[in-house]
């Protein structure tokens, strides 16, 4: 079992920019995708960036690249999503998820969410 928090969401005037966290508890020893996604009410849900635990290794969407940057700290089992030069249209909730995750990496079903963070993006 896995438990995701998120924090960090807030306000913010275009161009700015935010540091969402996503705190990992329960199982901190198992290596798999954790993501942020996010979900307006006029959008659907849309995958934003992941990064395998283990390696590292990442993927973003095509709307958040050169923006936005994934990483994590394994020692905080904390993961992060760096979003610079913010646009109004990334406002949304944003939320983490983990685990085996079932179709594509930003497009399939993970078992594990947290609760999400609001990022609203206005002037």
């Known amino acids: 079992q896995v438990e995701l928090v998120e924090s960090g969401g807030g306000w913010v005037q275009p161009g700015g920019s935010l540091r969402l966290s996503c705190a990992r508890s329960?199982?901190?020893?198992?290596?798999?995708?954790m993501g942020w996604f996010r979900q307006s009410p006029a959008k659907e849900r849309e995958g934003v960036a992941a990064?395998?635990?283990?390696?590292?290794?990442?993927v973003y969407a095509d709307s958040v690249k050169g923006r936005f940057t994934i990483s994590q700290d394994n020692a905080k089992n904390t993961m992060y999503l760096q979003m610079n030069n913010l646009k109004p249209e990334d406002s949304a909730m944003y939320y983490c998820?983990?685990?085996?995750?079932?179709?594509?990496?930003?497009?399939?079903?993970?078992?594990?969410w947290g609760q999400g963070t609001q990022v609203t993006v206005s002037s």
């Open positions: 998820a983990a685990g085996l995750v079932k179709g594509r990496i930003l497009s399939g079903t993970y078992p594990y």
């Open positions: 990064i395998y635990t283990e390696s590292g290794n990442t």
């Open positions: 329960g199982d901190t020893d198992s290596d798999f995708w």
